[in-house]
C-alpha cells in the first residue's frame, strides 16, 4: 500500500516541479506579449501555482500519514518514529530531521506565495501592470522550482528502505517536548512569509516602477569655515516614477508575519533549551542560535524603513535594500544549521549519522549554496539597478534635533550594525582560515555577545523613548513629561549606582529603559484615549523590559556540588537538602535523579531533576525549575559519582518570568500591528 504512496509522491513532486517550470517560462514570455495577451498567459501562470501549492499540501499530508500509520518502509519514518510514539510526537517526527523539515518548509512557501497571489488588492496590483505582475511570478515561482528541485533530486522524502523494518528508531529524547513540537512550524511560516518582500521588491524595481527618493544618513558637518552656519542633513536620491505607497503597504503586513512568526519560533526554541537542555541558560550563543538572530534583525530595520515612509515620504531606498535580505539569511540560516560549517550543539550526537550523510553532503551543500548565490545576485542586481537610476543631491539644515525621522534611521543603522558584528564575529574563524590558510578555532565566551548585544540595546532603548517623546511634543504638558521621563531614569540610574552591585553598563541600560519606559507608556495611555494606534507601543515596552530582563538574567549565581543523602548547600538565599534518590518507570522509561528540597523562609518545595534512559538506549536529561516572581531556581543532575554521590548544578536566574513576558508583550504588539488601519 504505502510503495504505492511514494509512488504516488515522487510523481505529485514532479507534477509540481512541471507546473513551477511552465510558470517560470510563460511568465517571461509574457514580458514579450501585448498587455492584453500577456494578462491572460498571468492568469494561466497563476493557476498553474495555486494548483502546484495545492499539491505540495497533498505531498505533506501524505507524509503525515505515513508517519501516522507507523509505514516503516519509508526511510524518514523508520529513522524519527517509532510504534510506542505518542500521537503528537509522531507528527512532529517528520520535521525532526532535515528531508522533512524542508519539505514543511516547502510547502510554506508554496502556500503564502500563492495566498499573496489571490488576495485581490495585489492581483490587482500585478494585472495593473503586466511587466510587474510577470516577474512577481517569475521570480516566485523559480523559488519554489529551486525547493522542489531539492527535494526531488537531494532531499527525497519518500526513499523507501531496502530491507523489512519492524519498527523505527524512534524520536530523539531531546525532541520530545511540547516547545520542540510548535518551534520549527512557526520558523518556518516565518521564513515563508519573507519570500513575499523578496519577490515583490525585486519586481519592482526590475519592472521599472521603483525609481526611489531618499536615503536618509548620519548628519555630518560642514567644513570648519561654515560650521557656525550649516550642516549637511541628508542626501537625496532623485528619479522620476516612485513605486507607489500602496505597493510598500501592503509589504508591511507580509514582514510583520515574518517577524512575528520568527520571534516566536525562536522564544519557544529559548525556552525548549532552557527547559530540556540542560544548559542552565535560554540562549549560549551557540552558532546556529548566532544566525538565526540575523533575518530576525534585518527584517525589523526593513520593518522600521516601511514605517519612515509613512512618517516622513522617505527611507524608500533603504527598504529596497533591507526587504528582500531575510530571505536570503533565512536559506543562509539553514545552510549554517545543516551544512556543518560551524561547529554546533543543535547537533545531536547520537542521531546525526542518521541524516548527515545526506544533508551534509557536498551535492546538498553545493546545491544549497547555488541556491544562495542566485538571490543574492538577483538583490545585488537589484540595488545596483537603483544606484544606476537615480541621481544625489545634497541638502542643508541647520541645527541638530531629534525627530522621528532620524530616531528611525538610526534604529535601522544599530539593527544592521548588530546583524553585521554578529555575524562578522561568528564566522570570524572561517574568515581567518580562508585568509590566512591556518586552522583557527576559538570560541568567545556569552559575555562577549552580551556586551555587544547590552550596548545595540541601551541605543535602541533611548531610541525608542526620544521617538515616543517627538510624538508627546504636540500635547498639553509636554515639558513636564519630559522632566518626568527624565527624572524617572536618573533617580534609577543613580538608585543603582549607589547601591546596585551591578556592572556599571547595566546600571546605565536600566536607567535609559526606565526613561524610555515612562515615555511609551504615557503615550500608550494618551493613544487609547484617543483611540489611536497601540500595537507598537505594547511591542516597545515589550523590548524594554526584555533588555532589562535579560540584561540581569545573564548575571546568575551557579553552584555544581557533590551530595549524599540528608546534606545540604546554600545557593544565595537558598538552602537545598538533598532528600532521597528516585527512580521509576514509566511506558518503557527509566526515569532517575535525586529529590531536592528548596527552603527559603516560608517557602518549601520539593524539586525531581532527572535523567531519562529510553528503551532504544538513548538518554536525556529532565531539569527542575522553581519559578518565582522575581527568580527562578534551576537544578539539573549531572551524573551519579562513583561513590554512588549525585552531582547536581544549580542556579539562580533573576527576572526570568519577566523575560517571558516581555516576549509575550512584543509577539503581541506585532501581532495586533497585522489589524490595525494605517493612519
Known amino acids: 500500500m504505502f510503495t504505492g504512496m511514494s ?219 561654515e560650521r557656525s552656519k550649516k550642516y549637511i542633513d541628508q542626501v537625496e536620491f532623485k528619479a522620476p516614477p516612485e513605486l507607489s505607497n500602496e505597493v510598500y503597504r501592503r509589504l508591511k503586513p507580509w514582514l510583520l508575519v515574518g517577524i512575528c512568526f520568527l520571534a516566536v519560533g525562536i522564544v519557544t526554541g529559548a525556552r525548549w533549551s532552557y527547559i530540556e537542555l540542560g544548559w542552565g541558560s535560554y540562549w549560549a550563543w551557540d552558532s546556529v542560535e548566532n544566525v538565526s538572530l540575523l533575518p530576525l534583525l534585518v527584517s525589523l530595520a526593513a520593518l522600521h524603513s516601511l514605517i519612515g515612509i509613512r512618517v516622513a515620504d522617505k527611507f524608500r531606498f533603504w527598504t529596497i535594500i533591507l526587504a528582500p535580505l531575510p530571505f536570503i539569511l533565512c536559506l543562509f540560516v539553514a545552510f549554517v544549521t545543516r551544512s556543518g560549517i560551524l561547529p554546533s550543539l543543535h547537533s545531536f550526537t547520537h542521531t546525526v549519522s542518521s541524516w548527515q550523510s545526506t544533508w551534509r553532503s557536498p551535492d546538498f551543500s553545493t546545491a544549497l549554496s547555488v541556491f544562495i548565490v542566485c538571490c543574492f545576485l538577483l538583490w545585488l542586481i537589484c540595488i545596483i539597478c537603483m544606484v544606476k537610476s537615480s541621481s544625489i543631491s545634497l541638502l542643508q539644515a541647520s541645527g541638530f534635533h531629534l525627530d522621528k525621522r532620524e530616531a528611525l534611521f538610526w534604529a535601522d543603522v544599530v539593527f544592521v550594525l548588530t546583524a553585521v558584528a554578529i555575524g562578522v564575529v561568528t564566522f570570524w574563524p572561517v574568515i581567518w582560515q580562508a585568509i590566512t590558510s591556518f586552522d583557527l578555532v576559538v570560541t568567545l565566551p556569552p559575555l562577549f555577545y552580551n556586551r555587544i548585544i547590552l550596548v545595540a540595546a541601551v541605543f535602541l532603548a533611548f531610541l525608542v523613548g526620544c521617538a515616543a517623546l517627538t510624538d508627546l511634543k504636540e500635547h498639553r504638558g509636554f515639558i513636564l513629561q519630559l522632566l518626568g521621563c527624565c527624572a524617572a531614569g536618573l533617580l534609577c540610574f543613580g538608585f543603582l549606582l549607589r547601591y546596585g552591585q551591578i556592572p556599571l553598563l547595566l546600571k546605565l541600560t536600566c536607567g535609559i529603559c526606565v526613561f524610555s519606559f515612562i515615555a511609551v507608556l504615557i503615550k500608550l495611555v494618551l493613544n487609547l484615549k484617543q483611540a489611536g494606534q497601540i500595537a507598537s507601543g505594547i511591542a516597545h515596552l515589550g523590548l524594554l523590559l526584555l533588555v532589562v530582563a535579560a540584561g540581569f538574567s545573564s548575571d546568575r549565581l551557579s553552584v555544581q556540588t557533590i551530595l549524599n543523602e540528608e546534606e545540604s548547600f546554600e545557593l544565595g538565599e537558598y538552602e537545598l537538602f538533598y532528600d532521597s534518590f528516585r527512580s521509576e518507570s514509566v511506558a518503557g522509561v527509566i526515569k532517575e535523579g535525586p529529590e531536592i528540597v528548596l527552603v527559603k523562609e516560608n517557602l518549601q518545595k520539593k524539586l525531581w531533576p532527572h535523567q531519562c534512559l529510553y528503551p532504544n538506549g538513548q538518554r536525556a536529561a529532565e531539569v527542575a525549575v522553581h519559578t518565582g516572581l522575581l527568580e527562578d531556581v534551576y537544578i539539573s543532575f549531572d551524573r551519579l559519582s562513583k561513590t554512588g554521590s549525585v552531582i547536581v548544578t544549580a542556579k539562580v536566574k533573576p527576572f526570568m518570568l519577566l523575560l517571558w513576558l516581555a516576549a509575550v508583550l512584543i509577539v503581541a504588539g506585532l501581532a495586533l500591528a497585522l489589524f490595525e488601519k494605517e493612519p
Request: glycine share 6%.
Open 7 to 225: 509512488d504516488l509522491s515522487e510523481v505529485l513532486l514532479a507534477v509540481i516541479f512541471f507546473l513551477c517550470g511552465f510558470t517560470v517560462a510563460f511568465t517571461l514570455i509574457a514580458l514579450k506579449l501585448r498587455a492584453s495577451t500577456a494578462k491572460t498567459v498571468l492568469d494561466w501562470a497563476t493557476g498553474a501555482m495555486i494548483t502546484a501549492a495545492g499539491l505540495s499540501v497533498v505531498v505533506l499530508l501524505l507524509l503525515i500519514v505515513a508517519f501516522l500509520s507507523d509505514d516503516f518502509s519509508l526511510d524518514i519514518v523508520r529513522k524519527f518514529s517509532s510504534k510506542d510514539l505518542p500521537f503528537y510526537y509522531k507528527i512532529s517526527a517528520l520535521w525532526a530531521g532535515p528531508t522533512g523539515s524542508f519539505l514543511l518548509w516547502s510547502v510554506g512557501v508554496f502556500v503564502l506565495f500563492v495566498l499573496w497571489l489571490m488576495t485581490s488588492a495585489n492581483k490587482q496590483l500585478a494585472i495593473g501592470n503586466t511587466k510587474f505582475g510577470a516577474i512577481v511570478l517569475s521570480i516566485g515561482a523559480g523559488v519554489c522550482l529551486a525547493f522542489t528541485a531539492i527535494l526531488i533530486f537531494l532531499a527525497k522524502p519518500f526513499v523507501v528502505c531496502s530491507s523489512t523494518v519492524i519498527d523505527g528508531v524512534g524520536l530523539d529524547p531531546l525532541l520530545r517536548n511540547f516547545w520542540m513540537f510548535v518551534h520549527l512550524p512557526l520558523l518556518f511560516v516565518g521564513y515563508s512569509a519573507f519570500l513575499i518582500p523578496f519577490v515583490v521588491i525585486l519586481a519592482a524595481v526590475f519592472a521599472g516602477i521603483a525609481k526611489d527618493s531618499d536615503i536618509y544618513p548620519v548628519r555630518e558637518k560642514a567644513p570648519s569655515f
